[in-house]
């Protein structure tokens, strides 16, 4: 299975809203609303921040937010705070009943 | 709150197996809708999804290292492990456990540990 993709890096400035994509294929994203994201701050475990393609656990700021079309989903952070700076990775349930991960994607707050 | 802890040695050497254990607390890893995982990240490199067990005792692997992959539960200890057998320096990496819950394979972690193997 090959990893789904996404950009390497994205920025904003604070207040904007920046959008990351994670593309897939239709044996994943577009096959499953089994879609999630997680935000990775080096050094501390990876953090929960969408589930099935749109939810938001409780706890996590409604900034985040999801959506998917096609075989593309994507993660929008609106009202870009400092504290957004982090790396994100999306992930996929699959038609082989396994789950695979984006490449990841840097976001900078300019 | 459930909470999750890797445990096991931080240095493998080449060929031989690498072995980890999540120490679950604050609830029983048995019961339906449970499932655990593993997932890791190479120094540098991104997310990588190992497998996992669901409650019912079924387990899946990524097809990358399937052959090399074991995930077990001790539902006596409240613990669950994984076994890399076969291990080189591309094993190199922090493994974290997770609970896994259908559709999301993090929905809790552990705090990682991270594996060198090196002679």
């Known amino acids: 299975q090959s990893a789904l993709t996404q950009p390497a890096s994205v920025s904003g400035s604070p207040g904007q809203s920046i959008t990351i994509s994670c593309t897939g294929t239709?044996?994943?994203?577009?096959?499953?609303?089994?879609v999630s994201w997680y935000q990775h701050h080096p050094g501390k475990a990876p953090k929960l921040m969408i589930y099935?393609?749109?939810n938001r656990p409780s706890g996590v700021s409604n900034r985040f937010s999801g959506s998917k079309s096609g075989n593309t989903a994507s993660l929008t952070i609106s009202g870009l705070q400092a504290e957004d700076e982090a790396d994100y990775y999306c992930?996929?349930?699959?038609?082989?009943?396994?789950?695979?991960f984006g490449t990841g994607t840097e976001v900078t707050v300019l | 709150q459930l909470q999750l802890q890797e445990s096991g040695p931080g240095l493998v050497k080449p060929s031989e197996t690498l072995s980890l254990t999540c120490t679950v607390s604050g609830g029983p890893i048995s019961g339906g809708g449970q499932h655990w995982g593993w997932i890791r990240q190479p120094p540098g490199k991104g997310l990588e999804w190992i497998g996992l067990i669901y409650y019912a005792g079924n387990t899946y692997y990524n097809p990358s290292l399937k052959s090399r992959v074991t995930i077990f539960v001790d539902t006596s200890r409240n613990q669950f492990s994984l076994k890399l057998s076969s291990v080189t320096a591309a094993d190199t990496a922090v493994y974290y456990c997770?609970?896994?819950?259908?559709?999301?394979?993090?929905?809790?972690w552990g705090q990682g540990t991270l594996v060198t193997v090196s002679s």
């Open positions: 099935e393609v749109s």
């Open positions: 997770v609970q896994t819950v259908s559709g999301n394979p993090g929905n809790i």
């Open positions: 992930c996929s349930f699959t038609s082989m009943t396994t789950y695979v």
């Open positions: 239709s044996s994943d994203v577009g096959g499953y609303n089994y």
